[in-house]
């Protein structure tokens, strides 16, 4: 009898954690899809006080990036997007401000996943931040 509810309490406690760790991969899933649409759609991504500002279509969303959580403010309204140990690098353009580059790595019970975000700007972009005038 004994041995047969030790073996129950097993097979729940089992379900808990895979339901859990099933839980935090659809949240990162989320995550990335609201980060790539960022990133697809903004006019530009700069990194100004170790905040990443995506300015898209007169609009502007503000992350951080912390070692246990990241928050995304837009719309004067914060959210905290995920909560667990995660890392953040960036890649610059040469000579600018301007990110094309965002790699995340998330720490979860049982493995480490990467996420990259890439930015590619168009000429039209590029032109408008060189400002270039013709004057005759």
């Known amino acids: 009898f004994v041995v047969s509810i030790l073996y129950l309490s097993y097979q729940i406690m089992e379900n808990q954690f895979r339901n859990e760790y099933q839980k935090q991969l659809s949240h990162l899933v989320l995550l990335k899809s609201g980060i790539e649409m960022d990133f697809f759609y903004a006019d530009t991504i700069i990194l100004e006080q170790d905040q990443l500002i995506v300015f898209k279509k007169g609009k502007i969303a503000r992350y951080q ?9 837009a719309n004067q309204r914060k959210d905290t997007l995920y909560k667990g140990e995660c890392t953040a690098s960036f890649n610059q353009q040469e000579n600018s401000n301007w990110i094309n580059r965002l790699t ?4 979860t019970e049982k493995e480490t996943i990467e996420m990259s ?14 400002e270039i005038r013709f004057e005759y």
């Open 65 to 73: 990036f912390f070692n246990d959580a990241i928050l995304k403010e």
């Open 104 to 107: 995340l790595n998330f720490t």
């Open 117 to 130: 975000f890439n930015k590619t700007y168009t000429p039209t972009q590029k032109l408008k931040k060189k």
